[in-house]
Antibody
Framework: QVQLQESGPGLVKPSQTLSLTCTVS??????????WSWIRQPAGKGLEWIGR???????NYNPSLKSRVTISVDTSKNQFSLKLSSVTAADTAVYYC??????????????WGQGTLVTVSS | QSVLTQPPSVSGAPGQRVTISCTGS?????????VHWYQQLPGTAPKLLIY???NRPSGVPDRFSGSKSGTSASLAITGLQAEDEADYYC????????????FGGGTKLTVL
């Protein structure tokens, strides 16, 4: 059974960089069948896709966040990471990592981490 | 403003049938891209409920079903149960955006 677990600081100061890591267990992050994504959800609001990485290191980002986002992968540790720079209070949210299954019609998220709350505040 | 439009809320009594719509456009659902549905119980991560418009992952009761027609998709829940009270999200792909992944705004299902 694949499991994903987010880790990182729960509190980040405005203008600083938010950094999170997702550790994957029960499966290899190097599998070619999947992307590895980050999704966030502000309190009481909907889901927002942040971006994804493939095992090769290629990335896609949500255009609304692209200038501030970097996603990287460490296959030796079976982990992938998110960095979001110049954060503001609007970046306060629960951040999820998820496995994204590559599919012909539209990719889908079949496994999710439990989520981690990141608060941006001084 | 979400690319995929869902009603903010729906409700139904136990045992009843409810449907949740997901309306898109010619660049996403109408272009033939699949729609997936997620269930998010309070305080938990979303869970894949329906994939590829109408397929259920292993373990999802057959009370849940999905369909797609034109630029819209629907999630139907029959035999409503108290534990179905949750937020439901649709998701697809949009060819006009570089975002690749688009979600609906979510629908809160209340079991009366």
């Amino acid at each position: 059974q694949v499991q994903l677990q987010e880790s990182g600081p729960g509190l980040v100061k405005p203008s600083q960089t938010l950094s999170l890591t997702c550790t994957v267990s029960g499966g290899s992050i190097s599998s070619g069948s999947y992307y590895w994504s980050w999704i966030r959800q502000p309190a009481g609001k909907g889901l927002e896709w942040i971006g994804r990485i493939y095992t090769s290191g290629s990335t896609n980002y949500n255009p609304s966040l692209k200038s501030r986002v970097t996603i990287s992968v460490d296959t030796s540790k079976n982990q992938f990471s998110l960095k979001l720079s110049s954060v503001t209070a609007a970046d306060t949210a629960v951040y999820y990592c998820a496995r994204e299954e590559r599919a012909p019609g539209a990719t889908r998220f079949d496994y999710w981490g439990q989520g981690t709350l990141v608060t941006v505040s001084s | 403003q979400s690319v995929l439009t869902q009603p903010p809320s729906v409700s139904g009594a136990p045992g009843q049938r409810v449907t949740i719509s997901c309306t898109g456009s010619s660049s996403n659902i109408g272009a033939g891209y699949d729609v997936h549905w997620y269930q998010q119980l309070p305080g938990t991560a979303p869970k894949l409920l329906i994939y590829g418009n109408s397929n259920r992952p292993s373990g999802v009761p057959d009370r849940f079903s999905g369909s797609k027609s034109g630029t819209s998709a629907s999630l139907a829940i029959t035999g409503l149960q108290a534990e179905d009270e949750a937020d439901y999200y649709c998701q697809s792909y949009d060819s006009s955006l570089s975002a690749h992944v688009v979600f609906g705004g979510g629908t809160k299902l209340t079991v009366l």
